[in-house]
């Protein structure tokens, strides 16, 4: 449709005739993004990009429908513009306040290589641990005042620049502030900070710290923890360990090596399965019962595949679990660590800086941890564990390892049914921003692989509204090109054309079967069933096979 004409010609239209004939002319292409309109409508997060709708919209009168489209996918449909944050206070894209123009240019930057740095002088934006996108708002003006009628000692922050920031959630929030032994608690579900210490100073300081998880919890930042929550996981940690030793020892493999140790040395193997660290101890303590030289039983030990290989199996299976926050190194040496705390903290430091002096300080360096070092949490706050990417049940990987490879293709295809290869027609990449409407969040990454032509793939889980789906994607840049997702009787495996051959099937199916090795196939092609069995070998130890 050109300029000044109406939909189905005639004379020339009014502005309102332009207006209906534009909206004509784009409904179909706007009810493909229902669900994410319904999100920015219901999410006061997004009402900066309703803001930058109303202006696009504006933009795009008179002009083509496809210049149209492409300032719609411009403020809508880019999934990295994640949310964004401040210094002093770290805000980020769902504050009313954010320059979402110097946003784009700080995105643009980054995209050419530019220096985290330059961006920040250039733009005030800069990436957190989690790389979302943040600017600073600063903490000077914020003070603590005895609201009218509140019981004696208590007190509340005010903060005016976050207030104009975040007007939503500063209506819902509530301050327990008093003196008191210096301690401080952010509640999400109540949002609701408690700050007290022996003087304002130290009240204004903590509430300032907590009021960084709120804004946290708001823009959807990494998020901080507590020290019992980081003992809990170390307590399911140990847990899992303990479980997947208790398997591996029940397991057919396991008996295998005991029977093989019964028979060279006339007598029962008596112990559990153990790491390589133990082998000199248990020699010597078996050598001394059995009468025989301890460096027989040691290189017997150390030589026998079936053992090494369930030593194998209880490292991968138990890697996630061991990566847990604390488990070598202390609850509380683990939450210093956390990003979200290591934030929060920087906050506190950067609270009564001068412009520039903020200018001068990288953010976070205020704490002296390195960005490596920083373990960054999820958004619910629980601990991401992973083996080859995913944790594979115990149970499982025991029932597994008692498997040869023709027996797991015939338990997951028990009919033995044939499907034609490539049974869903030509596939081609597809953008990841449209793929994601409607899931509520990015995907979460769990693995990053190098291809036998040197180019890189991140394997991601996709969640909705942060519940799994068993669906997982290969994506290259922006694209999406390979899928695994779980269907009503099986599991559906495509790779886009172009990307045939590079091994990404068995990449995928690799991390899926590993989430749930005994999922029904609902039938399997002849590459499907390669892909099958390369998955299985991914997942079992080679001595096994």
Known sequence: MGPGTGRSGGPRATPADTLRALAGDISDYLASRGELLQGIAADPAYAPRAASGREALAQIINRTPEEGRARFDEVFANPFMGAMPVAGIFAGMGAKTADLAKLRVAEDMAGKGAEPEAIRAATGWFQGPDQKWRFEIPDNEAFLETPRGAPPGYEALQ??????AYPDLWAQLQQSIRPGPQRGKFYPDTKTIVAEGPTQDVRRSTALHEI???????????????????EAGMDNARRRVEETTQALNRSPAMQRFRDDFASKFGQPYPYPLTDAGMDEAVAKMLGNRFGVPSEEVSAFLASHPMLQSLRQDLTDATAGARQVPGYGTGAYNAYRNVSGEVEARDVQSRADFTPEQRAATTPYSSQGIAPDDMIVLPRSGGVQASVRGVTIP????????????DEYVAAINPDGKRIPDRPFGPQRPEPIRELMVGLGEPPRLVRTDTLADGSKVKIVAVTRYGKPTGEYWAVQGKNVIGQAAPTGDGTALMVADEFQGKGIGTLLSSVARAADPFAPSGGLSAGGEATARKAFQNIVAPEDR
Do not use: C, K
């Not at 959807?220 to 019992?228: E, I």
């Open 212 to 230: 960084q998880h709120a804004v946290q919890q708001r823009e959807g930042f990494a998020p901080g923890a507590s020290v019992g929550g980081i």
């Open 394 to 405: 115990p149970d499982d990987l025991a029932r597994l390892r008692g498997m040869t490879e």
């Open 159 to 164: 903060h005016p620049d976050v207030q104009d």
